[in-house]
Every structure is written in structure tokens, then in C-alpha cells.
């Protein structure tokens, strides 16, 4: 699969070979150990994968439901009568098959996929860069497509990429795509990057989205034993990046956005002792005064006497 696809998750061969992903893991680490191929954070690659760059085809059939519910999300971000930049990407066409229900939408892309998928919504006005055809990812690159965003101002730009790590931010393994990336980033006053789980701690070659320029990062919840993802994401968060995860349990991260910032400290809650039901904690004020004690042990020991 590897050999075909160019990567695959550990997710998609745990579900082809209908076993664990503790086992699959297991096995990829065996093979890595043989120089058959390498490991990459939630997934594996050919050897010497850092450079190079899967095609569409293989792409797509890479981390499908999350990069659906990614979309899902990152859609539910985007307002009727918005102008907008979507970028090249599997993540992002799915991202444009959901926005051609948005009322009057403009969308600007440097994508044929992203164009296609938008291509029949009589509400959305749809803006193709210039620039030379890409085949392996249908994108226009190039010093045309870069000159065509020149002036250009937008709210949100949505962009994806190959790898993404706190350190650097998002990048991609080619040179021209990287360049356009970066001009569709310069054109909006907010960054909204697309990254299924397989691709935090992944780095590759050409930055296009710093870490300090990324608004918010919608990404989908990494497996239990991805000690890599959730760190990973956490060095984000303290980075400043609103962190969204989709399709997650969890209430604070389930379509509401993790601030990406440390938790607030509130000032404490006042402690109840252990086993002691409210009833029975007193103020100070109401405690009995100790003369009182006093009088009352000498009255219980006259009684006894008696």
C-alpha cells in the first residue's frame, strides 16, 4: 500500500487488514527496522518520504472520514456573503463541495478541484487565480498565480498542507505550491488551516503558514496511543492557535473552538472537607465560645456525681 499510495495512515491499514492499531504500529516499527520504509506521525512513507510528494489520486483515499468531518467543521466557520480564499488540497475540495450552500459567497482559488465543486452553486461567485497548471494536484502555480493575488483582501483564507508542526507551521513538499500558499495567506486577515491528525509532527520541505500567522487549526482527534498528535497540538495551543477538533467526544472540542491558549485560572473554589456535608460547616463567628465549654463540662460532671 505504502509502495502504491506513496503514505498511508495507520488508521486505514488497521481497517484494510481488520486489526488494531496497536498492532499495525507494531508491524510498521518491524519494517521501518528493515529500511522498507519510514515512519511518520500516524502513518508511514516510502524511505526518503520527506521530500517527496504523494499525487491527488493517492491523497484522496488518505484519512477520508477525517478530512470529511474536518470539512464538515471548517464549513460551519464560513458566513453568508463572506469573501473568501480556499487553497489547493484533498481537504479543501471537500471544504468546497459543503460551501456551495453558502449564500453569496466569493471564493477565491488557485485549486481546478476547488472551482469544480463550486462550479454549479448559481449563489457562489467563484475567482480562479492565473498561473500554470500543476497536474499532480490540479492546482495553478506559479508567477502568475501570484501576481493574480497581488491587491487582493479577503476575510479567511483556508489552506492545507503536507506537514504541521508547532515549531514551523504548516509546509508542503513542493516549491511553486509553497509560493502561491504563502501569497493566499498575505490576501486574508485570518488563517484557517485544514490538517487531519496524520499530519501534526510531520515537516517537509517549503513553510507556508508560519505558526504566529495561523488563526485556528481545524484537525480531527488523534487516536488514544498518539502521544506525538496530542503534543503536538498542545505546543500549538500555547502558541496561541485556536485549536477546533472535529468529531470529538469531548463537549469543549466538538464545533466549539478551543481557545489554543492555557486554561484561565479562575480564583479557587472554596474546598469542603472530606465527609463533612455542608450542613455541618460553620463560620467561625458561630463556633461556641470556649468559657461556655467549660461551663458545660462542670455541668455534665455535677449531673454524673449525682
Known amino acids: 500500500m505504502v509502495r502504491a499510495n506513496g503514505a498511508v495512515s495507520?488508521?486505514?491499514?488497521?481497517?484494510?487488514?481488520?486489526?488494531?492499531?496497536?498492532?499495525v504500529r507494531r508491524d510498521v516499527r518491524a519494517l521501518e527496522a528493515e529500511g522498507l520504509l519510514d515512519r511518520r506521525h500516524g502513518g508511514a512513507v516510502l524511505p526518503g518520504g520527506f521530500t517527496r510528494e504523494s499525487g491527488f489520486p493517492q491523497k484522496s483515499h488518505l484519512a477520508t472520514a477525517e478530512k470529511t468531518a474536518i470539512a464538515d467543521v471548517a464549513a460551519s466557520l464560513v458566513e453568508e456573503g463572506e469573501a473568501i480564499v480556499v487553497g489547493a488540497g484533498t481537504t479543501t475540495q471537500e471544504l468546497a463541495r459543503r460551501l456551495a450552500r453558502v449564500p453569496g459567497l466569493t471564493v477565491v482559488t488557485n485549486s481546478l478541484l476547488v472551482a469544480q465543486a463550486l462550479a454549479h452553486a448559481n449563489r457562489v461567485e467563484v475567482v480562479m487565480t492565473g498561473g500554470t497548471l500543476?497536474?499532480?494536484n490540479y492546482a495553478l502555480v506559479g508567477s502568475g498565480a501570484e501576481q493574480s493575488l497581488q491587491g487582493l483582501r479577503v476575510s479567511r483564507a483556508f489552506l492545507s498542507g503536507s506537514g504541521l508542526t508547532a515549531e514551523r507551521g504548516l509546509s508542503?513538499?513542493?516549491?511553486?505550491?509553497?509560493?502561491?500558499d504563502r501569497a493566499l495567506v498575505q490576501a486574508a486577515a485570518e488563517v484557517v488551516v485544514l490538517a487531519d491528525h496524520t499530519k501534526l509532527g510531520t515537516d517537509t520541505m517549503f513553510q507556508t503558514v508560519p505558526t504566529d500567522v495561523m488563526t485556528r487549526l481545524v484537525t480531527d482527534e488523534p487516536p488514544p496511543h498518539d502521544d506525538r498528535a496530542a503534543t503536538e497540538l498542545q505546543a500549538l495551543a500555547d502558541q496561541g492557535v485556536q485549536i477546533t477538533v472535529a468529531g470529538s467526544a469531548h463537549p469543549a472540542a466538538a464545533g466549539d473552538p478551543m481557545q489554543g491558549r492555557r486554561p484561565r485560572r479562575d480564583s479557587p473554589l472554596p474546598v469542603q472537607r472530606r465527609g463533612a456535608p455542608p450542613s455541618q460547616l460553620r463560620s467561625a463567628s458561630s463556633l461556641p465560645d470556649p468559657g461556655d465549654r467549660e461551663r458545660e463540662r462542670a455541668r455534665v460532671a455535677d449531673m454524673r456525681r449525682r
Open 10 to 23: 495507520l488508521r486505514e491499514l488497521a481497517r484494510v487488514v481488520q486489526t488494531s492499531e496497536v498492532t
Open 172 to 180: 508542503t513538499s513542493n516549491m511553486l505550491s509553497a509560493s502561491v
Open 134 to 136: 500543476r497536474g499532480s
